[in-house]
């Protein structure tokens, strides 16, 4: 059982930038690869980021590379999520999610073990 916790979400203007936090429980965090997912009404959660357990690979969805940086601090177990030149489109709900294994997919909902409750991003125009 892992715990994880968002926060950072809120309000900001197109082009305005945003830092989630993830912390996670436990003191396995290092063992898990981490990822973040989000969700908008009516749309299917989707894939936005992840890293690997050492923090040596990072992934993207293809719709925030160049404005969104994942990153981990495993002595703090926190993954953040720095948002950058934030669109109208990227306004959902985002959640954090530990993945425990370390092989296999990393951009299926289903690829991962553990979610957080998440934390709304809205973002005006």
């Known amino acids: 059982q892992v715990q994880l916790v968002e926060s950072g979400g809120g309000l900001v203007q197109a082009g305005g930038s945003l830092r989630l936090s993830c912390v996670a429980s436990?003191?396995?965090?290092?063992?898990?690869?981490m990822g973040w997912f989000r969700q908008a009404p009516g749309k299917e959660r989707e894939f936005v980021a992840c890293?690997?357990?050492?923090?040596?690979?990072?992934y993207y969805a293809d719709s925030v590379k160049g404005r969104f940086t994942i990153s981990r601090d495993n002595a703090k177990n926190t993954v953040y999520l720095q948002m950058n030149s934030l669109k109208p489109e990227d306004s959902a709900v985002y959640y954090c999610?530990?993945?425990?294994?370390?092989?296999?997919?990393?951009?299926?909902?289903?690829?991962?073990?553990?979610w957080g409750q998440g934390t709304q991003v809205t973002v005006s125009s």
């Open positions: 436990g003191r396995t965090f290092s063992g898990y690869a």
């Open positions: 890293i690997s357990r050492s923090a040596g690979s990072t």
């Open positions: 999610a530990a993945k425990r294994d370390s092989s296999g997919t990393y951009y299926f909902q289903r690829d991962y073990d553990y």
